[in-house]
């Protein structure tokens, strides 16, 4: 079909040749299944670890966060990462903050290109001369609207900047409406009452909440959630569903990898609190074709 046809292949970078062990090609089944969902126009969403996702809705897609190198300071994925250039195309390519592990350009430059960029304030100057279809800049609380889409930018408790060349990127989560359906992307956040502003003021169908990367905790409670607290920020939102991210990728300190245990926290959270049917786990390299038809 011809929507798949943009599947193009691009010659594989030397880095991704060198570690062949932590990339995924055409034979992996988190392609395959991609592949199935968009020749069949069925409506999904895909993890692709860490804090990216794909998501499908009523031929609209997203892509969250796009971080699909081997590596990161020399720390190795827990879970291989589908190669760059065999993405999809999507609309919207949506960039929370400017964190290395966030803001990749080596992702960046792999993708396809025919996307609207939505960035924070102060972050085009990290994208240098890259081109995409559209780069959009949104302040905390802007909007940026096309055709049946609408996505805003708020606030979120994380710490802003990107090194000491980009000082001043600032952080910030999304309210993605298209059509019927509302979706928040919390990017990377502590707990924060403004969870319950945004459950007032926005009908919030799936949300998309990290549970990882909080220990040790003296030092991450203010910048990131623990799987309680994101069930806590999931019951402000009041939406529909619950999706855990930001889990079994990376982690800081490997050693916390294991005390921190955050998706079988959550398991157990969301047990405790009676709202097991309404979370639905995407684990990394996954794919979850009902939730976003379900009503």
């Known amino acids: 079909m011809k929507i798949w046809t943009s599947f193009g292949r691009k010659p594989k970078a030397r880095d991704y040749k060198l570690h062949k062990n ?8 988190i ?3 991609i592949k199935y969902a968009i020749n069949h126009n069925l409506d999904f969403i895909a993890n692709l670890g860490h804090s990216t996702f794909l998501v ?7 892509l969250t966060d796009p971080f699909l190198s081997p590596h990161i300071f020399g720390i190795k994925r827990q879970k291989p990462a589908l190669r760059p250039d065999l993405v999809p195309e999507v609309d919207y390519i949506l960039i929370s903050h400017a964190h290395y592990d ?3 350009m080596r992702t960046l430059r792999r993708l396809k290109r025919n996307s609207v960029v939505v960035i924070p304030e102060n972050t085009k100057p990290v994208l240098g001369r890259i081109h995409f279809k559209k780069i959009v800049e949104l302040k905390r609380y802007q909007t940026y609207m096309d055709n049946h889409v609408e996505i805003t930018a708020l606030p979120v408790k994380h ?5 000491i060349l980009f000082p001043n990127t600032d952080t910030v989560s999304y309210v993605i409406h298209i059509e019927d359906r509302t979706f928040y992307f919390a990017g990377d956040t502590a707990y924060f009452d403004g969870f319950k502003e945004f459950g007032n003021q926005f009908n919030i169908h799936t949300a998309f909440l990290p549970i990882g990367g909080y ?5 991450l409670k203010n910048v990131h959630m623990n799987p309680w607290e994101a069930v806590k920020a999931f019951e402000d939102l009041k939406a529909e569903y619950v999706v855990p991210m930001h889990y079994g990728t990376f982690h800081t300190i490997p050693k916390f990898v294991k005390v921190e245990a955050p998706l079988q926290h959550f398991r157990e959270a969301v047990e405790k609190e009676g709202i097991k049917d309404r979370a639905i786990i995407v684990e990394p390299n996954a794919i979850d074709i009902c939730l976003v038809e379900a009503n």
């Open 31 to 33: 392609y395959k299944e």
């Open 22 to 29: 932590f990339i995924l090609d055409e034979k992996s089944f």
């Open 56 to 62: 499908s809705y009523k031929g609209i897609r997203f």
């Open 159 to 163: 710490n802003k900047g990107r090194s």
């Open 215 to 219: 220990e040790p905790t003296l030092i």
């Open 102 to 104: 966030h803001l990749d």
